[in-house]
C-alpha cells in the first residue's frame, strides 16, 4: 500500500518544476503589464479636444499672420548674420506647423473640408514665408551666404529623421489631455520648417536657383513627414472618422482619403530609402579614403563623392602615385559594400617631371586660395588683437609715467592734513578679465573726523583723475 500512494504522488521534483514555471509566468505578466501601462498613450488620449484643437491651429489670419510675417524676418536676420541663437529663436515664436499637422489629421479622419483648408493655408503660409524673406534678402546689405543658410540647401536622412520623430512626439504631445507646452516647441525648434523657407526667399533674393529649390525641397520633406507621422499615430489612436449622411459620399470621401494616404506614404518610403543610400554611400567613401587612399610624400587635398554617378573623384597633391598603387586603391572599393560598382578618379597635383600643379581643376584651386585667404586673415586678426592688447597695456603703463614728486607736492599744498602718500599700480580680476588700477594710499593726520577722511579722498580722486587724465583710478584711506 505504501508503494502505491507513493507512485500515485507527483515526484518532488516535478513540483519544484511546475511552481517555478508559475513564477516565471507570473513574472513575465507582470513585466507584460508594466510595460503596457508604460507606453500606453490611448487611455490619456483626448480625441475631441486634440481635433478641435488642430483645427484651430490651421487658420492664418489676424495674430497668425503677423506672428510670422515678423518671426520670418527675425530667422531672416539670423540666417543672414549666421546667429544660430537668433534662429532658434524665431523658430519658437513661429506658427508653422498647424496646417501639417492638419493636413495628416484630416486624412486619417476623411475629413475633406479640414484637409482643403489646410492645404490652403499651407500654401498661404509658404508664399508669406518666402515673400517675407525674399523682401529681407533683397533690401539686406549682406548677400555673402552664411554657413547657417549653406546648412539649409539640401537634405540629409538626418533631417528625414527629425522629421519624422519630431512629427511624431507633435501629435502625441497635442493628443494627450492639457497639451505639453515644452515639446512643442522642442519639436518646432528640432523640425527646423522656417530655416528652407528663409532660404528660399534668399535664393530668389540672390538669384541662386540651385540655393531656392534645395531649401524648398527641404522643407516639403520636413512638412511630408510630419503630416505622415500626425497620420499614422492619429490611425493608430483610433481617431472617429468624420461622419457623412449620404453613404455613397462617404465611400467617396474614404477612397479619396486612403488614396492621399498612398500617395504620400509611396514617394516618401522611396525618398528615405535613397536618401538613407546616398548617407551610407557618403560615409562609406569617407571611410574608404581615411584607410585605403594613402601615399607617401602625398596629401589629399580635396574629394567629392557622386551618389547619382557612384564617383569618387580625389584631388591628390605631392609625389606621383604610380599607376599600379592607384589599381590597388580601385580594386579596394569592392572591399566596401556600399561603393561595390564605384568609379574612383584620381586627379594629382604634378607630373612626372616634377613641374607646377597643372591637373588641379579651377574649382580646386580657387577652393585652395580661398582657405589660405580665410587662414591669413584669421592670423591678421589675431594679430591684431595681439598688437591692441598690448598697446591698451603700454597705454596704461605710460599713463602711470608722471612725476610722482610733483604731484605730492600739489596734493599737501591742497589737502594740508595728509601725512602720508603711497602710488602702486593694482592688478585687479573679476574672474573675466584682468585690468590695471592706478591706486593712491592716503594716511591722515590722526586728529581728523571719519566723516572728512570720506569726504576728502572722493575731493582728491576727482583732482587726480583731472590731473593726470586718467579715467580710472583708486584712492583709499589707510587709517
Not at 77 to 85: E, F, K, M
Not at 445 to 470: C, F, G, H
Request: proline share 3%; hydrophobic share 45%.
Amino acid at each position: 500500500m505504501e508503494n502505491n500512494d507513493n507512485l500515485g504522488s507527483n515526484p518532488p521534483e516535478k513540483e519544484n518544476f511546475d511552481m517555478d514555471l508559475t513564477k516565471a509566468r507570473g513574472l513575465w505578466e507582470n513585466i507584460r503589464v508594466f510595460i503596457s501601462e508604460l507606453l500606453d498613450i490611448r487611455a490619456d488620449t483626448d480625441r475631441e479636444s486634440t481635433v478641435e484643437a488642430i483645427k484651430k491651429d490651421i487658420s492664418f489670419k489676424g495674430h497668425n499672420a503677423w506672428i510670422l510675417i515678423f518671426s520670418i524676418f527675425v530667422a531672416s536676420i539670423g540666417l543672414n548674420v549666421g546667429s544660430a541663437a537668433v534662429v532658434i529663436g524665431a523658430m519658437l515664436i513661429s506658427p508653422l506647423m498647424g496646417p501639417i499637422v492638419g493636413i495628416g489629421l484630416s486624412v486619417a479622419i476623411n475629413d475633406v473640408r479640414m484637409l482643403k483648408r489646410s492645404f490652403i493655408n499651407l500654401g498661404v503660409m509658404v508664399f508669406l514665408s518666402v515673400l517675407t524673406a525674399t523682401f529681407y534678402f533683397f533690401i539686406s546689405p549682406i548677400k555673402i551666404p552664411s554657413p547657417e543658410i549653406i546648412a539649409r540647401t539640401y537634405p540629409t536622412i538626418l533631417d528625414v529623421l527629425v522629421a519624422i520623430f519630431g512629427g511624431l512626439a507633435l501629435i502625441v504631445a497635442k493628443t494627450k489631455k492639457g497639451t505639453i507646452a515644452s515639446v512643442i516647441f522642442g519639436v518646432a525648434i528640432a523640425t527646423a520648417l522656417m530655416p528652407p523657407l528663409c532660404t528660399v526667399g534668399y535664393g530668389l533674393a540672390t538669384g541662386n536657383m540651385p540655393f531656392a529649390s534645395g531649401a524648398l525641397y527641404l522643407f516639403s520633406i520636413n512638412a511630408v513627414f510630419i503630416a505622415l507621422s500626425t497620420f499614422l499615430v492619429s490611425k493608430l489612436l483610433g481617431f472617429p472618422l468624420v461622419k457623412y449622411a449620404n453613404q455613397q459620399r462617404r465611400r467617396r470621401i474614404a477612397q479619396i482619403a486612403t488614396a492621399i494616404a498612398i500617395v504620400i506614404m509611396i514617394p516618401s518610403v522611396i525618398l528615405f530609402v535613397n536618401l538613407l543610400r546616398k548617407q551610407v554611400f557618403i560615409s562609406t567613401a569617407e571611410e574608404y579614403l581615411a584607410k585605403v587612399i594613402k601615399y607617401q610624400g602625398t596629401e589629399t587635398i580635396k574629394y567629392e563623392e557622386d551618389f547619382k554617378k557612384r564617383e569618387i573623384e580625389v584631388y591628390l597633391i605631392g609625389n606621383v602615385v604610380p599607376d599600379i598603387t592607384i589599381q590597388t586603391w580601385r580594386e579596394a572599393l569592392s572591399d566596401f559594400e556600399a561603393l561595390k560598382g564605384s568609379k574612383l578618379i584620381i586627379h594629382q597635383g604634378t607630373n612626372e617631371s616634377g613641374g607646377d600643379i597643372n591637373l588641379l581643376s579651377s574649382q580646386v584651386k580657387s577652393g585652395i586660395l580661398e582657405d589660405l585667404y580665410l587662414k591669413n586673415q584669421e592670423v591678421i586678426e589675431n594679430k591684431d588683437a595681439q598688437i591692441s592688447f598690448l598697446e591698451k597695456e603700454l597705454l596704461k603703463y605710460k599713463q602711470g609715467d608722471f612725476s610722482f614728486e610733483e604731484i605730492s607736492r600739489e596734493l599737501k599744498i591742497n589737502y594740508q592734513d595728509v601725512e602720508n602718500l603711497t602710488y602702486a599700480n593694482t592688478i585687479s580680476t573679476n574672474f573675466k578679465k584682468i585690468d590695471t588700477i592706478p591706486t593712491f594710499n592716503v594716511t591722515w593726520d590722526s586728529r581728523i573726523r571719519k566723516a572728512d577722511k570720506i569726504t576728502e579722498v572722493r575731493k582728491i580722486e576727482k583732482w587726480l583723475a583731472l590731473r593726470l587724465k586718467l579715467d580710472t583710478l583708486l584712492v583709499r584711506s589707510l587709517n
